[in-house]
C-alpha cells in the first residue's frame, strides 16, 4: 500500500503537473494578462452567464416541411404529366389531409402516370419517402411516409444550421456556437454580442423569395373575404410597404424560387434613394428568370418573401441579364439583413425562437471577480481547518487540494467545456468536498493510533479502510452528477461538468497523491510516533 | 504542536435513544414542507413557467424599488408581474406572464420584454439591464419534465446502487433519507418564495450526492461493525457506528460549510438562491444520515445476524475442495 516504486512515482508527478499546467493559460486570462500566442493554449470557455451574450433556441415545425414537400411533390407532378408524350390529363387536384390526391382524366393512362411519378418517390437514400395508392382505378393519391418526413426534416435541418451558421458569420462575432439539437432544434450561443436583436432578426427570417404571377382574373371582393381563385393563393403584402394591409392573388404554380442565388447586395437607388437589394442568378436560375419574364411581359408579377409581398410590378421587358433589383420599404439595415440572408441562402424550413436568454456584458465580469474572491477566502478556511486538524498530513491535503483544482480547471480547459456561473458554485464545491477523502482518511488514521497500532500499520490501515467508503460516496456523487448532466445545454450543463471532472480529480489527488507524500515522508523519516 | 480535535477521543453521544422522537420531527418537517409547497406553491422562474424575465440592477441605490416598480408594470396590462429582489437588495428579476395565446409567439414576448424595460428607464436611469430571457410554454414544460425526471432517476440510481452494495434495506433507508433532504429543501423555497430555477434543480441534485456521502459513510461503517460485534445490541451498534464517524461527519460538513459561506455572503448574487439551497441541504443531509438512515435498519429488521458471510459459490468450491461438503 505504501510501496512507490520510481516508475510509479514519475508517472503520477508527470500526470500532475501536465494537467495542472494546462490549467496555466486559463489563469494567465483571468488575470487579465495575455497568454504569448506561440505556446499552445487550450483555454477555458467562459459561458454566457459570464462572458455576456445570447443563447437562442430555433425550432422547426415538421408541419412546414411536411407542406413544403407536398407542394414540391405537387409541381413534379403536373410537370410530369404536362411533358409526358402523349400528355396525361389530370384534375380534380387536392393537397387536403396531407396528401396530394388527383384524378386522370382517361383511366388508361393509369400504368404510364405511375411509371413516371414512381421513380421520383425515392429520395437519394433508399428510405422510401412516398407511399402511392390508386383508388377506384382512376385516382392517383400520393403520401408522405413517416420516414420520408423524417428523412426530410433531418435535411432540412442539417442545411438549416449550416445556413444559420453562414449567416452568424457574416456577422463577425467571435467564436459563436451553432449546434443541432435533438430533432428539430438549433442552438446558437454568441457570447459578447452587443445587439441581441439584430441577431434575432438575422436568423430569424427564413429569407425565401419568390416570385410569382399574380392573378389577374381574381375578384377583389374575393380576395378581401380570402377566396382565392382555383390554382391561386391569396397573399398579403408586407408592412410597411405602400400595399401593406392588402393582399393580392397570386398563381400558385409556375413562378420561380429565389434559390439559386450567386450574390445580393444591399444598394441604394441612385434614382429615388431607397434601399433596395439586387440579386443575381447562376446560370440556372437566370435561364428560368429569363423564360418567367419573356413568356410573360406585360403582366405583373409578385415579389414575395416569406410569405409577403413586397411589390408587384409590370414586367415591362424580358429580363435576359439574370440580375434583379428589389424594393420594398427597405431601412439600410433591413436591405442589408435581407442581403446577408439571401446570400447566405434560404432557411429550408422557417425557425421561430423558443427560448432567448441575453446577458449584459458587466454582470458576467462582476460574478467572475466576486466569485474568485469567495473561492480564495473559502479555500484559505478550509486549508487553516486541514492543518489545524492534521498538522503535517493537514499540509499534504492542502498540496492535494491545490493540484485538484489545478488539474479539473486544465481538464476543463483540454476538454473544451464551458465555465459557467454555476459552475463556479461547482468549483466552491469540490474544494470543500475534495478534503472530505483525507478527512476520512486522517480520522481513520487516529482512530487505528488510538488502537494502539504501530504508525505504518495505522496509515496503511487507514487508507486501506477508507477507500471503499470513500469509492462507494463518489461513486454515488458521479450518479448524481450525470442526472445533472441531463439538462441538455447552458449552465446547469457546466455545473455537472465541473462536478463530475472534480470527483474524479479529487480522488486522484485526495488518496492517490497523498498516499504518496505520506509513504515519501515515512520511509524518509521512519517515525515511531505521528501527530494526527 | 496540539491539533485541533473537534470530536474529542471517546466521544459517546447516544443519539439513538432520541430516535423516535427526531424521527417524528422529520416526519412532521417533510409533510410541513409537502404541505408548504401544496399551499404556497413554488416561485417558479421563467425556466419553469415560461414568460418573460427581465433582472435589472439599479446601480445608483441600495435597495430597488420594488412596490413602484410592480405598480408600473402592472400598469401595462400584462397582469400582475412577479417582482423579486434577485441576489442583492438593488437587483430585481421581473416576470410577467405571456398572454393567452402568445406563449409560443417569441415576438410578442419580446414586445413585451421591451415594454418592461423601457418603462423602468424611463423612470430610473440608473436601471442597468443585467438580462432578459424569454422561454415559451412548450420549452418551460419540457424543461418542468426534464428536471422531475432528473430527481426521480438520480434518487431511484443512487438508492438501487446502496442496495447493490449493501442490502435492500439500506437502500431503502438511503432512499429515504433522500426523500427527507428534498423535500425539505423545497419546503424552504415554497415558505420564502425564492424564485425556483434550474439553478435550484441543480442545487438539489447536488445535495441529494452530498448528502448520501454522510449515509454512505455511516452505512460502511455500520456494517463493518455489524460483522465485527456480532453479539451487540443494533442500538449501541449503531451507536458506536455513528460515534465513530462523528468526527469525520463533523469535519467534512464543517469544510464544505466554510468553503460555502463566503460564496454566499460575499458570492455572484445570482448564484445566492443555489448556494442557500446546498447550505441547508448540507445540514438536513448530514442530520438525516445519523437520525433517518440509521434508526430506519432497526425498524426494517436489520439485526446483527443480517450480515452473516453468506456461504458463495466460490466458498462452496473450496469447500467441496476440501471434501467437507
Not at chain 1, 450574390?263 to 433596395?276: L, T
Not at chain 1, 439586387?278 to 437566370?286: C, E, L, T
Amino acid at each position: 500500500m505504501l510501496d512507490f516504486p520510481l516508475w510509479k512515482k514519475l508517472s503520477l508527478w508527470a500526470t500532475t503537473l501536465a494537467a495542472s499546467l494546462l490549467a496555466l493559460p486559463s489563469l494567465v486570462n483571468v488575470a487579465g494578462l495575455d497568454w504569448p500566442a506561440a505556446l499552445p493554449s487550450p483555454q477555458v470557455n467562459l459561458g454566457l452567464d459570464l462572458a455576456g451574450g445570447s443563447h437562442l433556441l430555433l425550432e422547426a415545425k415538421a408541419a412546414d416541411v411536411r407542406a413544403q414537400r407536398l407542394e414540391n411533390m405537387e409541381e413534379t407532378v403536373r410537370q410530369l404529366m404536362r411533358n409526358a408524350t402523349p400528355r396525361i390529363r389530370i384534375g380534380d387536384v387536392s393537397t387536403a389531409g396531407g396528401e396530394l390526391s388527383f384524378i386522370l382524366e382517361n383511366a388508361a393512362d393509369i400504368d404510364r402516370a405511375r411509371g413516371l411519378i414512381e421513380p421520383t418517390m425515392q429520395g437519394a437514400t433508399t428510405v422510401r419517402e412516398w407511399e402511392l395508392k390508386v383508388v377506384d382505378g382512376q385516382r392517383i393519391v400520393l403520401s408522405q411516409t413517416e420516414a420520408g418526413v423524417n428523412q426530410a426534416i433531418d435535411d432540412a435541418m442539417d442545411s438549416a444550421t449550416e445556413v444559420v451558421r453562414r449567416r452568424i458569420d457574416e456577422l463577425g462575432t467571435r467564436e459563436p456556437t451553432i449546434i443541432r439539437q435533438g430533432d428539430t432544434r438549433i442552438v446558437v450561443q454568441v457570447p459578447g454580442l452587443q445587439d441581441p436583436e439584430a441577431l434575432k432578426a438575422l436568423v430569424g427570417q427564413t429569407a425565401q423569395l419568390e416570385f410569382k404571377l399574380v392573378d389577374l382574373d381574381a375578384l377583389p371582393t374575393n380576395i378581401q373575404a380570402g377566396i382565392a381563385p382555383p390554382g391561386s393563393e391569396i397573399v398579403p403584402y408586407a408592412p410597411g410597404t405602400p400595399g401593406a394591409g392588402s393582399a393580392i392573388a397570386v398563381k400558385r404554380l409556375g413562378g420561380i424560387r429565389g434559390d439559386n442565388l450567386t450574390g445580393a447586395q444591399a444598394e441604394r437607388d441612385p434614382q429615388n434613394g431607397q434601399s433596395v437589394v439586387s440579386i443575381a442568378f447562376d446560370a440556372q436560375g437566370g435561364a428560368k428568370f429569363a423564360k418567367l419574364t419573356t413568356e410573360n411581359v406585360g403582366k405583373p408579377f409578385a415579389i414575395i418573401l416569406d410569405g409577403q409581398v413586397l411589390s408587384a410590378p409590370n414586367i415591362n421587358e424580358p429580363i435576359l441579364g439574370g440580375r434583379a433589383q428589389i424594393s420594398g420599404s427597405f431601412t439600410p439595415e433591413s436591405s442589408n439583413n435581407l442581403a446577408i440572408s439571401l446570400r447566405s441562402g434560404a432557411l429550408p424550413v422557417p425557425l421561430a425562437v423558443v427560448e432567448e436568454r441575453t446577458v449584459g456584458p458587466d454582470l458576467g465580469a462582476d460574478s467572475i471577480r466576486k466569485g474568485l474572491i469567495a473561492m480564495g477566502i473559502g479555500s484559505l478556511a478550509v486549508i487553516a481547518l486541514m492543518i489545524a486538524t492534521y498538522g503535517r498530513f493537514g499540509i499534504y491535503a492542502t498540496v492535494a487540494l491545490v493540484f485538484n483544482v489545478l488539474m479539473l480547471l486544465g481538464l476543463m480547459a483540454l476538454g473544451g467545456f464551458t465555465l459557467s456561473l454555476p459552475g463556479i458554485a461547482g468549483f466552491v464545491i469540490t474544494i470543500g468536498a475534495a478534503v472530505d477523502a483525507n478527512v476520512l482518511i486522517n480520522e481513520r488514521i487516529r482512530e487505528e493510533r488510538a488502537r494502539g497500532r504501530k504508525v505504518i500499520a495505522a496509515v496503511e490501515t487507514g487508507y486501506k479502510e477508507a477507500s471503499r467508503a470513500i469509492f462507494d460516496a463518489n461513486l454515488t456523487n458521479l450518479i448524481s452528477a450525470l442526472a445533472l448532466g441531463m439538462f441538455g445545454s447552458g449552465p446547469v450543463r457546466g455545473f455537472a461538468v465541473v462536478l463530475f471532472i472534480g470527483i474524479i480529480t479529487s480522488v486522484f489527488t485526495g488518496v492517490t497523491l497523498t498516499r504518496m507524500f505520506v509513504a515519501g515522508w515515512l520511509r524518509k523519516a521512519r517515525p515511531n510516533d505521528i501527530t494526527i | 504542536m496540539k491539533l485541533l480535535k473537534l470530536v474529542p477521543d471517546n466521544t459517546n453521544i447516544q443519539f439513538l435513544k432520541l430516535r423516535v422522537p427526531f424521527f417524528v420531527l422529520s416526519l412532521v418537517l417533510i409533510l410541513g414542507s409537502w404541505i408548504a409547497v401544496g399551499v404556497n406553491g413554488l416561485a417558479f422562474g421563467v425556466d419553469f413557467a415560461g414568460g418573460q424575465e427581465v433582472r435589472m440592477t439599479f446601480t445608483g441605490q441600495q435597495t430597488a424599488p420594488i412596490p413602484s416598480l410592480r405598480e408600473k408594470i402592472a400598469g401595462l396590462g400584462y397582469g400582475e408581474p412577479v417582482v423579486q429582489e434577485f441576489g442583492a437588495p438593488n437587483q430585481v428579476s421581473i416576470r410577467v406572464a405571456l398572454p393567452e395565446g402568445t406563449e409560443d409567439n417569441p415576438d410578442a414576448a419580446k414586445k413585451i420584454g421591451e415594454q418592461v424595460i423601457a418603462t423602468v428607464k424611463a423612470d430610473y436611469a440608473d436601471a442597468r439591464v443585467d438580462g432578459n430571457d424569454t422561454v415559451s410554454g412548450k420549452v418551460a414544460g419540457e424543461f418542468r419534465n426534464q428536471a422531475i425526471l432528473a430527481l426521480l432517476a438520480a434518487m431511484a440510481a443512487v438508492s438501487v446502487y446502496i442496495w447493490v452494495r449493501f442490502e435492500w434495506q439500506f437502500g431503502v433507508g438511503a432512499m429515504f433519507a433522500l426523500v427527507h433532504d428534498v423535500s425539505i429543501t423545497l419546503g424552504m423555497f415554497a415558505l420564502t418564495q425564492w424564485e425556483f430555477s434550474l439553478q435550484i434543480v441543480a442545487a438539489i441534485l447536488a445535495i441529494i450526492g452530498y448528502s448520501l456521502n454522510d449515509t454512505i459513510v455511516v452505512y460502511d461503517r455500520i456494517r463493518e461493525n455489524l460483522k465485527k460485534f456480532r453479539k451487540m445490541e443494533m442500538g449501541a451498534l449503531l451507536d458506536l457506528s455513528v460515534n465513530e464517524t462523528l468526527a469525520r461527519t463533523v469535519m467534512t460538513s464543517l469544510t464544505l460549510f466554510i468553503a460555502l459561506i463566503p460564496l454566499l455572503f460575499f458570492g455572484p448574487p445570482s448564484l445566492f438562491g443555489m448556494v442557500a439551497a446546498i447550505t441547508v441541504g448540507l445540514f438536513v443531509g448530514t442530520y438525516s444520515s445519523v437520525y433517518m438512515a440509521g434508526p430506519l435498519l432497526i425498524w426494517m429488521g436489520v439485526t446483527t445476524n443480517s450480515f452473516v458471510p453468506t456461504e458463495t459459490g466460490l466458498d462452496k468450491q473450496e469447500k467441496i475442495a476440501r471434501g467437507e461438503a
